[in-house]
Each structure stands twice: as C-alpha cells, then as structure tokens.
C-alpha cells in the first residue's frame, strides 16, 4: 500500500505515540489494529527507527516485538551511582539549630549558647555543605561576623520558610530542648523562629580569625 507523505507522517506519530506508552514489547500483529487495513508496518518501523537511530532513545527489536528503548552507547552514563552521605555531629547540628533560631549570630554568641568552643572545623563542614553562610558584621568593637542560614538549608530540611521552624514550646513538648536561650548582644532576648529568611544581608569575605583552631579542645560528639 502506497502512502502519500501526508498519510506517512501521520502515521509515524501514531506509530511513536503507540511506542511510547506501551508497558511493554509489541508486535506488528499488534500494531496493526492503529492503521488502516494493509498499511505496511514494517516499513513504518523502520522509518521510525532510522529516525531514532542518532537519539537518546532507539527504536529496537526484541524477537517479535518492537519498542523504545535507552540507546546502548548512554547506558554508563544512566548508572544509578550511589550517593556518600556525610553523617552530622553533634557539634555541627547544635551549632545549625542555634544559627536558624538566633540568626544573625556571631560566633561568640553561639559558643556563649553552647557553652563550649566552636572549633574551625564544624564550620568549615556547614559552610562545605551549604547550610550556613557569613552576614554582615555586626557594628560592635571588633565588628564580627553574622552567621545565617542558607537556601540550601530550607531546602534540606524541607521548609518553605523559618517560619515552618517549631517554636520553644514545640521542641520542649517533644523533649529536644535542652539548653536556655540566651541573652545576646545588647542584652535583647529572642523571639524564635526568627522570620527573617527573605531579607538579603549583604556578604562579606570571613578570615581565619573568625575561628579558632581545630586544637580548641571542643566536644564533637557524633
């Protein structure tokens, strides 16, 4: 059966069509039942398939049946590789939870809530992983730095907002609380969560002596 360029194209979609929502192999005898009487499949699948031969996806046979599959040459690159995933200590998460409730905060406010030493290093892993990120400095004697969290950290932990972080009463009620919040700078208690994740604050390059060095002697409990 002779077909015109119209019918040809039309039906090269209807063949893909097919091809692309079929759970699994198909025939030709199966295929037949989509066109006209003595339309001639097998020429269709070729058309098809040297349309796809150049694409991410071929056109392929298995025994009887046709259908689409990955192209072989890309199969390495589709590997499913499995993802390192770098555990938390117990340092690095008190650390981030007292920057996403008090931000901004200087590091000696978040050693003045901890109660202990923030060594380099707990840093150096939040800001590797994107949680935290530097602010602007805060206008005291020796005018240090502000610590905020990131994009990525809403993200992380699924929130669409610091709003969405539960409050005091929710983390006592679910026994997580375990420390006091603090008086910080200028003696102002905060209200937590802090809503204050759309405001932009201005970046500014930190230096080592925002830190103190990994010989503090800091409790990283993991």
């Known amino acids: 059966m002779t077909m015109s360029e119209e019918d040809l194209f039309q039906n090269l979609r209807i063949l893909e069509a097919v091809l692309i929502t079929a759970t699994d192999l198909v025939t030709e005898k199966e295929l037949q039942q989509f ?24 056109v392929v046979k298995r025994g009887n049946g ?9 199969a390495e690159k589709l590997e499913v590789r499995k993802v390192e995933v770098r555990s938390m200590s117990r340092a690095a998460l008190e650390m981030l939870s007292i920057i996403a409730y008090h931000q901004p905060v200087t590091r000696a406010e978040i050693e003045q809530i901890r109660g202990v030493t923030i060594s380099k290093t707990t840093f150096e892993f939040l800001m590797a992983e994107n949680l935290i990120k530097p602010g602007k400095r805060r206008e005291v004697p020796g005018r240090p730095l502000t610590w905020l969290t990131t994009q990525h950290f ?69």
């Open 66 to 74: 046709w259908g689409l599959r990955t192209a072989a040459d890309l």
């Open 35 to 58: 066109f006209p009487p003595k339309t001639d499949i097998t020429l269709l699948l070729e058309h098809l398939q040297q349309h796809y031969q150049t694409r991410g996806i071929n």
């Open 154 to 222: 809403l993200d992380a932990f699924g929130l669409e907002s610091l709003k969405q972080l539960p409050n005091f009463n929710e983390l006592k009620e679910a026994g997580l609380l375990s420390i006091q919040p603090p008086q910080l700078a200028n003696n102002e208690q905060p209200t937590l969560p802090l809503a204050m994740e759309d405001q932009e604050e201005p970046q500014e390059d930190y230096s080592d002596d925002e830190f103190v060095s990994d010989e503090t002697g800091e409790e990283e409990a993991a």
